[in-house]
C-alpha cells in the first residue's frame, strides 16, 4: 500500500467564469466567489440546475480555466488536471479495454508505482468497497452501482489531498444510491480526505457533509453555506436531520423560482 498523504485544504478567491457562445454573446456562468474549504472537510455544492455547481467544480479540477480569480490546493494554484486530485464523475468514466483492477490501478501506474504495489493498493480499495472478486472482470460486465465503485475505489487509490465528485450517484437508483452513501461516507471517515461533492440531492447534501454552500440560480455564486453538525451516522426520518433539510430548502426556494419565472416557492414543508 501506498504511503497516506494528508489531505490538504481548498481556497477559492473571486473565481468567476464567463462563456461565449457561437453568437459571441457572453454568458456570466460563475460570479465571483471566495471558499475556504479545511482539510478532510466534506462540503456540498448544492443549487438550482444550471446555476453553475458543475462549472465551479470543474474549474477547481482544473478541467476548465477560470475567466477571473484563482483556487488554490495547499499553496499550489490550481492549473489542469492533477494527478494528486481525485476525480469521481457521474458516468463513471472507467476504461472498458482494462480490468476492474487495472482501471483502480491507473493513476497508481501514471504516480510511477510499481507493478507489485500497484496490484495490491488496488485490490486493497477494492476489498473497501466490496469488489475484490471482481478485480480481474471487465467492466462491461458489472453494474452501474458496481462501475460507480470502481470509480470510487480509483479516486482513493492515489491517496490524492482533494477529491471532486461531480453527481456521483445522480444515475442510480435509490437503494443503490442509498448503499454508496453510507460506502462513501465509510471510506471518507476512514481517510478523511478533503471532498467537494456536487449533488441535486437535498436529503444527499445532508447526509454526507460537514458543511454545504447553496448557490443561486445562474449566474451562480455561494448564497448561503449551511453547517451540518450532525453526528453520523445521520438518520433521514429524525428531527434534527429534517431541520437541516429545511434550512437548505429555504434558502433554494427563491432560487428555483427565479429558475422557473415562478412566485416563491415554499418547499420547506414535510
Avoid at 501506474?109 to 510499481?114: L, T, V
Wanted: proline letters at 4%; charged letters at 25%; a neutral charge.
Amino acid at each position: 500500500m501506498m504511503t497516506a498523504v494528508a489531505a490538504k485544504g481548498l481556497s477559492i478567491r473571486g473565481l468567476a467564469k464567463t462563456f461565449q457562445t457561437v453568437s459571441g454573446e457572453e454568458v456570466v456562468a460563475v460570479l465571483p466567489t471566495s471558499i475556504d474549504v479545511a482539510p478532510g472537510e466534506f462540503v456540498t455544492l448544492v443549487g438550482p440546475s444550471g446555476c453553475g455547481k458543475s462549472t465551479l467544480l470543474n474549474i477547481l479540477a482544473g478541467f476548465v480555466k477560470p475567466t477571473a480569480g484563482m483556487a488554490l490546493v495547499g499553496d499550489e494554484p490550481i492549473t489542469r488536471p492533477d494527478i494528486d486530485h481525485g476525480m469521481v464523475f457521474q458516468d463513471y468514466a472507467l476504461f472498458p479495454w482494462l480490468s476492474v483492477s487495472e482501471n483502480v490501478e491507473f493513476g497508481l501506474e501514471r504516480k510511477g508505482i510499481g507493478k507489485a504495489e500497484r496490484r495490491a493498493t488496488a485490490l486493497a480499495y477494492l476489498k473497501t468497497v466490496g469488489l475484490q472478486d471482481f478485480a480481474d472482470k471487465r467492466t462491461h460486465e458489472l453494474s452501474g452501482g458496481m462501475k460507480q465503485r470502481v470509480a470510487i475505489a480509483r479516486a482513493f487509490a492515489t491517496e490524492p489531498s482533494v477529491i471532486f465528485m461531480d453527481e456521483p450517484f445522480g444515475a442510480l437508483d435509490a437503494l443503490t444510491r442509498r448503499f454508496l452513501q453510507e460506502q462513501l461516507l465509510g471510506i471518507w471517515q476512514k481517510h478523511k480526505k478533503t471532498i467537494v461533492f456536487v449533488t441535486h440531492s437535498v436529503q444527499e447534501a445532508v447526509f454526507l457533509s460537514d458543511r454545504i454552500l447553496v448557490m443561486t440560480a445562474r449566474p451562480g455564486r455561494v448564497k448561503a453555506v449551511i453547517k451540518v453538525d450532525l453526528q453520523h451516522r445521520r438518520d433521514f426520518r429524525s428531527a434534527p436531520f429534517r431541520d437541516r433539510e429545511r434550512e437548505v430548502f429555504e434558502q433554494l426556494d427563491e432560487e428555483l423560482a427565479k429558475t422557473f419565472n415562478l412566485e416563491a416557492l415554499d418547499l420547506s414543508h414535510d
